[in-house]
T-cell receptor
Framework: ETGVTQSPTHLIKTRGQQVTLRCSSQSGHNTVSWYQQALGQGPQFIFQYYREEENGRGNFPPRFSGLQFPNYSSELNVNALELDDSALYLC?????????????FGPGTRLLVL | AQSVTQLDSQVPVFEEAPVELRCNYSSSVSVYLFWYVQYPNQGLQLLLKYLSGSTLVKGINGFEAEFNKSQTSFHLRKPSVHISDTAEYFC????????????FGAGTQVVVTP
């Protein structure tokens, strides 16, 4: 157990819909990173939030957006869902502290787009 | 930017035999390197990390990895595997200037049989 929780665990949507995924960070962590893991592939970095501001983004279109709240929990929003958005979405929390920082991953939300 | 290549998509191994998982990376800057394990229907768990110092890194569950800068490799080893080591293993890299934005390899599936 890492202390990072995600909700919901599973989700089914149809193409064109919008979805919001949620992540609660481990206590004391102020940085959250989101990753997309398609079936049979490694996770791909979507973006990172540090103290409620976006702090870096991977190669994902603007319909992927996020928020971080004052309690450092976070949301990932995906608009205009496409079939290829079907994946496991992972969030990871960390506490910037130089070289000792470690990212702790949640169990993920599995999204299926039909 | 960084990239990671895991040279084996699947590694079958007998219980109590040694295993080596190969990982090569490319980067134009100094890097931090990681190995994560993913059990079925779960998130990622950190096995070990290389930040600096000794090139031989020891992790949890008897795993170790060796950083070789000249060969840009970070291979993972375990001298004697157990059935419970059956899982997907991911090598990941981040630049020392982009901490927390991990680039993952495609993964190596380890299947341990009696």
């Amino acid at each position: 157990e890492t202390g990072v929780t995600q909700s919901p665990t599973h989700l089914i949507k149809t193409r064109g819909q919008q979805v919001t995924l949620r992540c609660s960070s481990q206590s004391g962590h102020n940085t959250v990173s989101w990753y997309q893991q398609a079936l049979g592939q490694g996770p791909q970095f979507i973006f990172q939030y540090y103290r409620e501001e976006e702090n870096g983004r991977g190669n994902f279109p603007p319909r992927f957006s996020g928020l971080q709240f004052p309690n450092y929990s976070s949301e990932l929003n995906v608009n205009a869902l496409e079939l290829d958005d079907s994946a496991l979405y992972l969030c990871a929390s960390s506490q910037p502290g130089g070289a000792q920082e470690t990212q702790y991953f949640g169990p993920g939300t599995r999204l299926l787009v039909l | 930017a960084q990239s990671v290549t895991q040279l084996d998509s699947q590694v079958p191994v007998f219980e109590e035999a040694p295993v080596e998982l190969r990982c090569n990376y490319s980067s134009s800057v100094s890097v931090y390197l990681f190995w994560y394990v993913q059990y079925p229907n779960q998130g990622l768990q950190l096995l070990l990390k290389y930040l600096s110092g000794s090139t031989l890194v020891k992790g949890i569950n008897g795993f170790e990895a060796e950083f070789n800068k000249s060969q840009t490799s970070f291979h993972l080893r375990k001298p004697s595997v157990h059935i419970s080591d059956t899982a997907e293993y991911f090598c990941a890299v981040t630049g020392t200037d982009s901490w927390g934005k991990l680039q993952f390899g495609a993964g190596t599936q380890v299947v341990v049989t009696p």
